[in-house]
């Protein structure tokens, strides 16, 4: 439990990314509504709350209005990792309601309940399904006269025992009028976003009296430790401290003669983006860039879309990944988010105190993507861009541009403004043979060559040669001598 000036004690949800999401925490003695349409896990949520925070001092009871036994219930839930069989009957209770809910009549439900609080004086109480206890409204009394009632009876009661409630409950719209949103004091709404084939859970905070909340749709995940919030913020993650040798104002970048072309090296904290087509030694860069970094006492993560860690060629950084001194973050998992990718590296950057960060190649990671979150992906990566910034890390990321010689682009999905600095690479045709050409675009705040330089591809990694002064046009795709 966790209290701020002038601020109600917060209880600690046990929720990964969820107490960011609420604000610090779920306010103390609150009256919650945890809303949404079947299969959003909205049970699972409330299950891992619940074993988070029940102790045999802060007893938890768990209503269930189900057709089936609490015995049922717990088979399945016993499945994750939070259940603790320990905490059963000692600092938790299932009661069902179900008898009393079949009969529509809601003072026996009530009665039940009251019961039931005033014999075991719980601190936390939870009724599942809600919905199902005020669907069948008492006999001769109109159904929303009834639940209103009920709603209100139930708050005060809750209120009075001093205990924090959740009532859990199918609705499919938040545009519908009910009484219960109105009694609540939180209202926590899960959706289940589904397009094409691909099905992306994502929570909203629609309320939380008393409480800043971070407003927005944030995804999560179930998996075998429950539910899993991915909502990083730019001002909850504090820099992490850098190695004493690493902390001058430039980063070399692994590269002879790259430093020299982008003015001294890429200005340290700065974003960086290497564009170019499909061959032309993005990669490679961005691994010189990473293991130049361990060279220099430094370390770092990459988020590799284009490769899987198991197929990587590149010796160097394998060795460097097998040493602990490059942490990879899982692209694998299906239906990924740009916030859950954001959380990811953002955890492994403060358990590595890494300083250098590798994201290859924003291409790759738009199809990594759900469908839903590609509509918005601009949006969601200078969100990311600003979360990472926050860390301190320097960032390369790599982006697949075809050789449009008539239309000089830097990024297919006009992100390049998001960067503090710009390295571009192209194909060109000289003497009937097929070569690459690099130059720095841009860096912000700093003088650079503006230079087109010829290089190549070895054993060794890129070997930047020199200018083609004798030649024009070659952007352009239509080279002549001058």
Known sequence: MSTGTNRLPCLDTGVAGLNAVLGGGLPELSFNLIAG???????????????????????????????????????????FDFFDLDQLNRSIRFVSLAEEAAGGDLNRVLDHIVAEVQAHEPALVFVDSFHSVVQTPPHGEPAPMGTQHFVQKLGVLMGSCQATTFLIGEYFSESESNPVFTVADGLIWLRQCVQGNSVVRKMEIMKMRGQATLPGLHTFRIN??????????????????????????????????????????????????????SGSGKSILASAFLAEGVRQGETGVIAAFEQRPHRWRDTVLTALIDSGQVGVVDTRVDMLSVDEIAQLLITEIHHLRASRVVIDSLSGFELALAPTFRDDFRGALSRMMAALASTGVTVLMTSELEDRYNDLRFSPYGAAFLTDAIIVQRYVELDSRLQRVMAVVKVRQSSHSNALHLFHIDAQGLQIGALVPDREGLLGGQPSRR
């Not at 409330?46 to 269930?64: D, V």
């Not at 913020?233 to 970048?253: E, K």
């Open 37 to 79: 349409p079947p299969g959003c896990g909205k049970t699972t949520l409330a299950h891992q709350m619940m074993f988070a925070m029940a102790t045999p001092e802060r007893r938890a009871l768990y209503f269930t209005v189900l057709g089936e036994p609490p015995l049922k219930m717990l088979r399945y839930q016993q499945q």
């Open 224 to 277: 075998s430790t429950g539910v899993q919030v991915f909502a990083p913020s730019p001002h909850q993650n504090p820099s992490p401290p850098l190695p004493a040798q690493a902390r001058s104002d430039r980063v070399t970048m692994g590269v002879p003669g790259l430093d020299a072309m982008m003015g001294g090296g890429l200005p340290r904290g700065y974003s960086l983006l290497v564009a170019g087509p």
